[in-house]
């Protein structure tokens, strides 16, 4: 497979400067570097995840003071970290703010999703960190699966200082992950993030990936119900939605217009996408399916 292509202006968000960074790490070494740092760093389900911070024009695995998250390929789902690559950069064509994200070459050529941590701040040779909770830490519970979009939304409600605004951004990104098959985004794929100025708000969109791509077979839509729903979603049943997150009629149908205005954009990036021939078929599918109920 030829190296991976990356836009200066991409490498810059990244990296603070247009450099594409080594990484002396192969695909078969990501997991042995993750149990070096186990209890030190985030390690769930079968996809390990290795903390890396960036010295110099090399990212190297730290156990503290990470700023970037590295996903590499796991046997279980193919093409995981090329699924999320796409559908991150899919999801800042619809207008989601996004963490900065990378797909790149391990030291084997093999690809690996490249995630900059938004809960970071960098200040001289230090990296502090913002206070982030995500809603599973918050709403409490043992199973992050359990509940809903609207008690996300009562969070937000309570907590964010412009909540109108992150209510919004709510909306949108739930009809984005209906529309990309995403029906694993459980609660602890949504965070407050308090800025540096004690602003808190919606964190940055993460973690947006098609896992009815790599589970064909999955049993649900969407991981949390909106309208007492998982399953059989419609476009009345988002509209719904978005009445009782207090959007306006205008805002959601405009948002879902948008979505749908998006269709043959996404199959060029689909097209010009670093999935293979089968899996690229499967997800246009995914997404036609899934726009035209939208309709």
């Known amino acids: 497979m030829p190296p991976i292509e990356v836009d200066s202006k991409a490498l810059r968000t990244m990296f603070g ?22 209890g030190k760093l985030s390690i769930s389900g079968v996809q390990p995840k290795l903390s890396l911070r960036l010295e110099g024009d090399r990212l190297i695995p730290v156990a503290r003071e990470g700023q970037f998250i590295l996903k590499p390929q796991t046997r279980d789902f193919a093409e995981l970290p090329q699924n999320e690559y796409l559908c991150m950069t899919m999801g800042r064509r619809f207008g989601l703010r996004t963490a900065p994200h990378l797909l790149i070459d391990l030291a084997d050529g093999a690809p690996a999703y490249l995630v900059k941590r938004f809960d970071r701040l960098k200040k001289g040779r230090r990296v502090e960190k913002l206070a982030c909770e995500d809603m599973h830490q918050i709403l409490g519970g043992p199973d992050k699966y359990s509940g809903s979009h609207e008690q996300i939304a009562q969070t937000i409600r309570e907590h964010c200082s412009f909540a109108p605004l992150d ?78 997150l207090g959007i306006a009629r205008t805002y959601s149908e405009r948002k879902i217009a948008d979505l ?14 670093q999935l293979s021939g089968s899996p690229r078929a499967a997800l246009t599918q995914i997404i036609i399916e899934r726009l035209d109920r939208l309709r």
């Open 17 to 38: 400067k247009p450099i594409r960074p080594t990484i002396a790490i192969s695909s078969s070494e990501i997991a042995l570097e993750a149990q070096k740092m186990a």
């Open 167 to 244: 209510l919004q951004r709510l909306f949108e990104v739930t009809i984005f992950n209906f529309a990309i098959g995403n029906g694993d985004a459980h609660r602890k794929n949504f965070s407050l993030l308090t800025s540096e100025d004690g602003t808190i708000a919606l964190s940055p969109a993460y973690d947006l990936v098609s896992s009815r791509l790599a589970i064909p077979g999955e049993r649900d839509e969407l991981a949390l119900t909106i309208i007492g729903k998982r399953n059989h979603l419609r476009r009345t049943d988002f509209v719904a939605f978005a009445d009782h």
């Open 260 to 273: 749908l205005a998006l269709r043959e954009v996404f199959m060029e990036m689909i097209a010009a996408s």
